[in-house]
């Protein structure tokens, strides 16, 4: 029970482990997720990332017997654990890919938009359910949201609090992928080792330039490639990408 992490050739796989409660997340996992991130972060090893839910469940969301109590010292407590889960996931360097089935609701939701992609099965019921028991949206829900969708259909998400399936995330761009709920992991490791594949300093730097580039202006984004493509050109990946492209050659990466 708990956060369950392996890794296997370049994709560490962290997997929120407690079905028999449709893997709802309890304080402490919120600190056993932080780590888990912190730690395929700084393994040179690691160079792809899965986060998924044991059995047929991503994640219920905050355990709701853990909520309220402890006054306001106690709410900005559990918001401080969120929310350092929740950076330590969407600021990781490496390509990140949520493998949703069944429910991923609230706080596990903002935490599935926290990836770079989500691979979702179809019939995965995803819910910002905040209204329903009288809070505000938190895990980064608002502002995740709007990076997907236009505002009125944010709003319309978040003020219904109503279940969106996994094949309208898809159809919305809350979603890469919505297939049938046995392949989304296989999906999810085909786009991994993929991705394991790659030269992974160029993908971190790709994710920098895309995390950025809504705050920016036009030239500012061309500054901060400009501090970016130098440090490229000096990697390993690099030189073994342009060599290979000469040589008419698939390129071996090594993550360099």
């Not at 950076?87 to 596990?108: F, L």
């Not at 895990?139 to 998400?157: C, M, S």
Request: proline share 4%.
């Amino acid at each position: 029970m708990g956060i369950e992490y392996s890794v296997s050739e370049g994709v560490a796989t962290i997997t929120i482990n407690r079905p028999e409660r449709k893997n709802a997340i309890l304080l402490a996992m919120r600190t056993d997720i932080q780590h888990a991130f912190e730690k395929a972060q700084d393994d040179d090893e690691v160079r792809a990332i899965i986060l998924t839910g044991a059995g047929s469940d991503f994640s219920a969301g905050a355990d709701i017997s853990e909520m309220g109590g402890g006054g306001t010292r106690g709410a900005l407590m559990r918001m401080r654990h969120m929310h350092r889960m929740s950076r330590a996931v969407a600021m990781t360097n490496k390509p990140v890919i949520a493998a949703v089935r069944g429910v991923c609701i609230g706080m596990s939701w903002s935490l599935a938009l926290s990836c770079d992609m989500i691979v979702a099965a179809e019939d995965a019921r995803f819910q910002f359910a905040f209204r329903h028991i009288g809070l505000a949206p938190d895990g980064g829900a608002a502002f995740l949201l709007t990076r997907h969708v236009p505002l009125q259909r944010a709003k319309e998400i978040l003020y219904s609090g109503r279940f969106v399936s996994g094949a309208e995330a898809q159809q919305l761009g809350l979603a890469l992928y919505a297939l049938p709920a046995d392949d989304v992991f296989a999906k999810a490791q085909e786009l991994a080792q993929g991705f394991a594949q790659s030269p992974t300093i160029a993908l971190g730097m790709a994710k920098r330039l895309l995390d950025a580039a809504p705050a920016q202006t036009f030239e500012q984004a061309l500054d901060f490639e400009a501090n970016i493509q130098p440090l490229m050109v000096t990697t390993d990946d690099f030189k073994e990408g342009t060599t290979a492209f000469k040589e008419k050659r698939k390129p071996t990466y090594r993550g360099g």
